[in-house]
């Protein structure tokens, strides 16, 4: 008797050991166990709980029923494990499409990094490594670094106050405003500053900029090629004097030699040097904002009242 107790609770376990099927799956309902024929009784079918929909396989349960064989019972828990163990599919991309490359996104991308890690750090293979894609991707928009470094410089000279009117109504104290207002923005990055002195810029921000300059010098009454060549030498002055005095702030190893010049003057033998001796201190004297106020007073000066070589002829 024993024996046979032992053969029918083999079975039990080897019939609960079949896999799930597709049916199973998708029903999320899989049979307790497979109907198996008894000798002359056909197919034999698990009992219906009271609780179970007519058509339909009876809910798996952690716990056994009346009468159910232990091995069942161990069956159901074992196929509720599976069941809860299945997890939603996760998609194998893991981001979405990237934009397409256009040169506005490139150049605002350098402008970000120049302003939190400096112009040193705008190159192509850092840009390129932000945006997510190769640098050769990079040279059909833009031909190379110096051309990069321009596009940066455009897109700031959009900051630049073009109105003048912290100037007043004259044409002077406009155009005094609106180069101020230039080398302010050049003063705020000194390595930009120092990249527009070869720079050469043709974006829509600097053709504005050379627009409102020929305009208002235009008012002086000075010749065509005065005013014309006169743009180019305000813009060389503005340039300069924002990469030298920035850099002197922002660099210590640059401070550091504007002392070591300024002990050297001090120091200097009357006797083999007596021009620089006659003008201390008033060498090396003077603030920023005076120095630069006369520097523009000595260009308007100098380019409305001289003519330019060969203009009459």
């Known amino acids: ?10 079975t039990h376990i080897e019939v609960g050991r079949r ?15 497979h109907p198996r024929e008894h000798e002359g009784n056909g197919p034999r079918t698990a009992p219906a709980s009271k609780n179970s929909t007519p058509g339909r396989l009876a809910q798996p349960s952690s716990v056994a029923a009346e009468g159910e064989p232990d091995t069942l019972h161990f069956e159901r828990v074992r196929y509720d494990r599976v069941m809860t163990a299945r997890r939603e599919p996760i998609s194998r991309r893991e981001r979405p499409a ?4 256009s040169r506005r996104w490139i150049v605002d991308t350098a402008v970000r990094i120049m302003r939190a890690e400096g112009l040193g750090k705008v190159t192509m293979r850092r840009l390129a490594q932000e945006l997510d894609t190769g640098p050769a991707s990079l040279y059909v928009y833009v031909a190379n670094t110096a051309e990069l470094h321009a596009a940066v410089l455009d ?16 044409w002077r104290e406009q155009l005094r405003a609106v180069m101020t207002s230039y080398t302010r923005m050049l003063f705020e990055h000194p390595q930009l500053a120092r990249a527009a002195l070869v720079a050469r810029p043709s974006g829509e921000n600097y053709l504005r900029l050379v627009e409102r300059i020929l305009d208002l010098l235009s008012q002086s009454g000075a010749g065509r090629e005065q005013v ?38 001090h120091t200097v033998d009357a006797s083999t040097h007596p021009a620089i001796t006659a003008h201390m201190p008033a060498l090396i004297g003077g603030s920023v904002p005076d120095r630069i106020r006369w520097s523009f007073d000595v260009l308007v000066n100098g380019i409305t009242h001289t003519p330019v070589p060969g203009a009459g002829d």
């Open 1 to 10: 008797m024993q024996a046979l107790l032992n053969r029918a609770a083999a």
């Open 155 to 170: 897109s700031l000279l959009g900051e630049v106050d073009l109105t003048g009117r912290d100037g007043g109504g004259g």
């Open 98 to 101: 990237k934009p397409a490359l």
């Open 19 to 33: 896999p799930l099927s597709v049916y199973d799956e998708l029903t999320g309902h899989p049979p307790l166990h």
């Open 228 to 265: 014309a060549w006169g743009v180019d030498k305000l813009l060389q002055d503005a340039t300069a004097t924002a990469a030298e005095h920035s850099t002197r702030e922002h660099d210590p190893a640059s401070e550091d030699d504007w002392d070591a010049t300024v002990r050297a003057l």
